[in-house]
């Protein structure tokens, strides 16, 4: 992670519940505080690939994986994992474009990745298009554009939810294709992908109700320090501030507020 944790800017954010609503404190879980900024990332921006943190030797060849320095995350709603990126159970290495588009099939959650910046996601169609939430539009471009030198995966089972056909899954990004701004209501470009292949409300900004005996539970595994668990009412608010921990190098104060590790 290196710098980027010495790269927090200011913060704007309110306080979300600490604790059982039942008042029964649950041993194995330490909640934490979740931030809420101001003003939605920008993604894809125009650093070059030798900006992007990704780990390479000389030796390797273009089309072989490529590691990057990331955070890793597991989310559950209730006892129920709905969300896992642990490198000790998959494979988080990335590609190149052009070996990425080999693998891609129509309907594939794709995911462009680079240090210190929130992930790009995107819905495969086919010959290099994608369908994707970009500067509060839906637009289709060339994967190849889009990425900008940037590094991809395939990231169908990220989310642990049931996937729709690739035919719905397409037909949920393709009827969407010119939409923008008042008329989305997605706030990021990996919750207008991931309800394209899932198909859940609860992707929507606004698309479920606020609960108290619904919660979800985000575990945000730092080297070094233990398993930071935060709380929030919502799956879309847990994908924000998940982005923002991504964007902005907020782990030392995430390690603050907790109290320490678990």
């Not at 207008?192 to 992707?203: D, I, S």
């Amino acid at each position: 992670m290196g710098n980027q944790l010495d790269r927090i800017t200011h913060l704007n954010y309110s306080e979300l519940p600490t604790g059982d609503p039942s008042g029964l404190e649950k041993d194995e879980l330490r909640v934490g505080v979740a931030y809420f900024f101001s003003d939605e990332e920008e993604e894809v921006d125009d650093r070059t690939p030798s900006d992007c943190g990704f780990t390479k030797d000389h030796g390797t060849a273009e089309d072989e994986p490529f590691s990057v320095s990331e955070v890793e995350y597991s989310a559950f709603c209730s006892h129920e994992c709905i969300f896992s990126k642990l490198r000790e159970n998959e494979d988080l290495n990335v590609y190149s474009v052009k070996t990425l588009l080999t693998m891609c099939k129509p309907g594939d959650l794709l995911e462009l990745v680079a240090t210190a910046q929130a992930p790009h996601w995107a819905i495969y169609e086919q010959d290099d298009r994608v369908i994707h939430l970009y500067k509060d539009e839906i637009r289709k471009d060339s994967l190849l554009e889009v990425s900008n030198g940037r590094h991809g995966r395939i990231v169908n089972n990220r989310y642990r939810y049931r996937p729709l056909p690739p035919d719905l899954v397409m037909q949920n990004a393709a009827g969407h294709l010119g939409l923008s701004t008042e008329e989305i209501c997605w706030t990021n470009s990996e919750s207008f992908a991931a309800w394209c292949r899932f198909g859940k409300r609860e992707f929507k900004a606004g698309g479920e109700a606020h609960s108290a005996e619904q919660q979800y539970f985000l575990k945000v595994h730092l080297s070094g320090s233990g398993v930071h668990t935060l709380v929030f009412r919502s799956l879309e608010d847990m994908i924000r501030e998940r982005r923002r921990v991504d964007a902005s190098g907020i782990l030392k104060e995430l390690s603050l507020v907790n109290g320490g590790k678990e």
